[in-house]
Structures are given as structure tokens and as C-alpha cells.
């Protein structure tokens, strides 16, 4: 395994989850010490421990990212602990299944508070830090291919999506003349928890079987098989590596080829 993030130290939010998670290990075995950050710290343990299990750097962290109190002290703490932090994912989401005309606007609030205030609040809090230090960094935040166009029964977290891809571009934009880089990455159909309450919700509203649905969705990507957390990982590891570093701004889809905008 090359070390290409050897002496960093990155933060990865919704660390305890699938792609979070997938994340941590892949930055952990190129050499970061990863803060594993999750509303979990269980789970955010459990994460840190399999990455140290496995000989490398981690610690864990509670964090709660719609709220910039609980975001200023993962911060301050992380920074306290182990020095400065120059990369972060952002992986922190979630997703309700609900026709258009049924979304509750409390359930319109929750989406677009955590997947765009969130990734909104983290990138930012950890840049001032940064640019007060005259530290230069890499972020990169998880956005989707529902952020790329419409969806019927998930409006809330399609529009989140599309915002955290405009929140990416403006950070880039302003972080720029700091020596800062900020991509987002755009997953498609992902083997993780989220992906199976997706489906397990579709099934419920229409008494289709959840598995015979997932098998539905994944014959749709062009590559032919469901994609996994290392996929969007690697992708993501490249976004924060010297090999993009002309790159900023930008949304790279990470789907096998299910979206090409
Ligand atoms: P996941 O396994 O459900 O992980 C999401 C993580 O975010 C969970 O650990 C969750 O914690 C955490 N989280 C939720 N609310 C939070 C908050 N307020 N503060 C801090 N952490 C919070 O889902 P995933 O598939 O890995 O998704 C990771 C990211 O990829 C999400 O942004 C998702 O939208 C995006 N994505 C996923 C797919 C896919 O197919 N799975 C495709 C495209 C994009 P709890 O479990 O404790 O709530």
C-alpha cells in the first residue's frame, strides 16, 4: 500500500457509517491518523478500533454535525489531541423514502440540515481554523447522483445533494487563495446500511421484496455490480492526494456509469 497521506491527519465525518467508514480505513492504511466522527461515538469506536487492529492511526470522536457547537468542538478537540487536521471527508447523511406530496416540511428540514448545513458547517469550521493557522488543506465532501437530478420520492435528499455539490464550488472558490482544495464525490448505488433501508422502504410501499429490488436497481448500472465502499473511497483518496492537485471544484461521480452529468 503506498503511504500517501503519511504524517496527515484527516476527519472523516459519518465515520461509523458504510462509506465513512470504508473511507477511514483506506486514508488509515496510506498512513493518516483518521478521526473517526460519528452522532455514534459506539460505532465511531468500534470504526477506530478496526483501523488500529489493523497496525494504523485512529481515534474517535462524537460529533452531531448539524449543530456548529458540537462541530467547533470536534474541531478544537481533534486539533488539541493530534495536531493539525489538513483533510476531511465529510460523509455524514441521511435519507427518508416519501412520495413528493407526502414530505413532511420537518422531514424536509432534518435532510437538508444534516447532508447540506452539516457538510456546509464542517467544511467551514474546519477551514477557519486552518486559514488562522496559515495551514493549507484537502476536503471532500459526499454528495450523490440524486444531487444531479430529480427524484420522485426523495426530493429532500436530491435537493441536499445538489446543494452540497454548490456548497463544494463556493468553498473551493473562497478557499482557493488559501492553498485550500474542496471536491465533492457523487456515489450511486452503494453497498451500505442506507442503501439496504432504501430499498427495504420501497419494498414497504409497494410489497415488492427488498432484495428482488436491490437486484432491480444494480442490473441498472452499466458496470454491471453494486458498488462498494472502497470504490467511492479510492476515488476519494485520489481527490485528496498530490495526483489532484490542479483539481478543485469539481463533482466527480463515482456511479459505474449511471450518471454523466
Ligand atoms: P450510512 O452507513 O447510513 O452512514 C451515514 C452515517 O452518518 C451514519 O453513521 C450516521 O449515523 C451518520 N450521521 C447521520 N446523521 C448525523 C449527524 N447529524 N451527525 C453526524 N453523523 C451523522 O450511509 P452511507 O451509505 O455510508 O452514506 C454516507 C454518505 O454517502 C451519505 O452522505 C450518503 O448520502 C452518501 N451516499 C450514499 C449512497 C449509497 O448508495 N449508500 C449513494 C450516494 C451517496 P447514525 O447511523 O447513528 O444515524
Not at 55 to 62: K, R, V
Request: aromatic share 4%; charged share 20%.
Amino acid at each position: 500500500m503506498t503511504q500517501r497521506f503519511e504524517g496527515a491527519t484527516c476527519l472523516v465525518t459519518g465515520g461509523g457509517g458504510g462509506i465513512g467508514a470504508g473511507t477511514a480505513k483506506l486514508l488509515a492504511a496510506e498512513g493518516a491518523h483518521v478521526i473517526v466522527a460519528d452522532l455514534s461515538l459506539e460505532r465511531a469506536r468500534e470504526v477506530a478500533a478496526e483501523i488500529k487492529a489493523m497496525g494504523h492511526a485512529a481515534s474517535a470522536h462524537s460529533v452531531d454535525v448539524t449543530s456548529e457547537a458540537s462541530v467547533a468542538q470536534l474541531v478544537d478537540e481533534s486539533w488539541r489531541e493530534n495536531g493539525p487536521v489538513t483533510m476531511v471527508v465529510t460523509c455524514a447523511g441521511i435519507i427518508k423514502i416519501q412520495p413528493f406530496l407526502d414530505l413532511p416540511e420537518a422531514d424536509w428540514d432534518r435532510t437538508l440540515d444534516v447532508n447540506l448545513k452539516g457538510t456546509f458547517l464542517v467544511l467551514q469550521g474546519v477551514a477557519r481554523r486552518l486559514v488562522r493557522e496559515g495551514l493549507q488543506g484537502r476536503m471532500v465532501a459526499v454528495s450523490s447522483v440524486a444531487g444531479r437530478g430529480p427524484r420522485a420520492d426523495v426530493a429532500d435528499y436530491a435537493a441536499s445533494k445538489a446543494g452540497v455539490i454548490s456548497v463544494v464550488r463556493s468553498a473551493a472558490m473562497a478557499l482557493a487563495k488559501y492553498g485550500m482544495r474542496v471536491n465533492a464525490v457523487c456515489p450511486g448505488v452503494v453497498a451500505t446500511e442506507m442503501t439496504y433501508a432504501i430499498q427495504r422502504m420501497r419494498a414497504e410501499d409497494s410489497g415488492g421484496d427488498p432484495d428482488e429490488m436491490l437486484a432491480g436497481a444494480v442490473a441498472g448500472i452499466p458496470i454491471g455490480r453494486i458498488e462498494t465502499p472502497e470504490d467511492v473511497a479510492r476515488a476519494i483518496a485520489f481527490l485528496l492526494s498530490e495526483e489532484a492537485g490542479y483539481v478543485t471544484g469539481q463533482a466527480l461521480n463515482v456511479c459505474g456509469g449511471l450518471e454523466f452529468d
